[in-house]
């Protein structure tokens, strides 16, 4: 069936550091691959997206490449800030049926 | 624009008592969910209604049922609460309608933390 699988956390990192949190994905078809952030106390808000192979999504700093060889849409950025501590979602969503698929999201905490 | 609202925030509630948590979104949008998230569990997707009088199961439907209102509004409500049920519920909506829409993303409001004593 359609899931996905991100990273575990929880991550901690330097302000500055570089980030990764890897994300990979197994869909029937072409998905529709999201990152979406949640902040403490809040509710999930999307951060990013690509809807088809070799597509790289971007926004505040992060990046996510669509990679259909080996089904990844890792998030990167190059340089985290205190304020991007947060837990992050990786999800896809299939061409039918009306279902998103969330993986289990990974913590990250930025320490100064 | 609002976009998805929910009441309560907070909800304190004893083993057997009912509730209702309340979702409405002014987006106009044809599909509503409703998730729940757990430490360590991610989101678990309990109903959702793809239009105004549908509604389906998602992977935890059990102890819950849902009523699709209107095209506004998608109620949870858990008849008989048990402490298992302790969790932090969100809604969600989307646009799943005219043609390809699996690029279209999923818009949440902002939880209702439920506590079951």
């Known amino acids: 069936g359609d899931s996905v699988t991100q990273m575990e956390g929880p991550v901690t990192l330097s302000e500055e550091a570089f980030l990764t949190i890897n994300c990979t994905y197994t869909a029937t078809g072409y998905p529709s691959l999201f990152w979406y952030v949640q902040y403490p106390g809040e509710g999930l808000q999307l951060l990013l997206k690509a809807t088809k192979a070799d597509d790289k999504g971007s926004n505040k700093g992060f990046e996510a490449t669509y990679r259909k060889e080996t089904t990844s849409f890792h998030l990167e950025k190059g340089s985290v800030q205190v304020s991007d501590s947060a837990v992050y979602f990786c999800?896809?969503?299939?061409?039918?049926?009306?279902?998103?698929?969330f993986g289990t999201g990974t913590s990250l905490t930025v320490i100064p | 624009n609002a976009g998805v609202t929910q009441t309560p925030k907070f909800q304190v509630l004893k083993t057997g008592q009912s509730m209702t948590l309340q979702c409405a979104q002014d987006m106009n949008h044809n599909s509503m969910y409703w998730y729940r998230q757990d430490p360590g569990m991610g989101l678990r997707l309990i109903y959702y209604?793809?239009?105004?009088?549908?509604?389906d199961k998602g992977e935890v439907p059990n102890g819950y049922n849902v009523s699709r209102l209107n095209k506004r509004e998608f109620s949870l409500r858990l008849e008989s609460a048990a402490p298992s049920q302790t969790s932090v519920y969100f809604c969600a909506s989307r646009i799943t309608s005219g043609g390809s829409y699996s690029y279209n993303e999923q818009f949440f409001g902002p939880g209702t933390r439920l506590t079951v004593l």
């Open positions: 209604s793809a239009s105004e009088g549908t509604t």
């Open positions: 999800a896809l969503s299939v061409h039918t049926g009306n279902q998103f698929y």
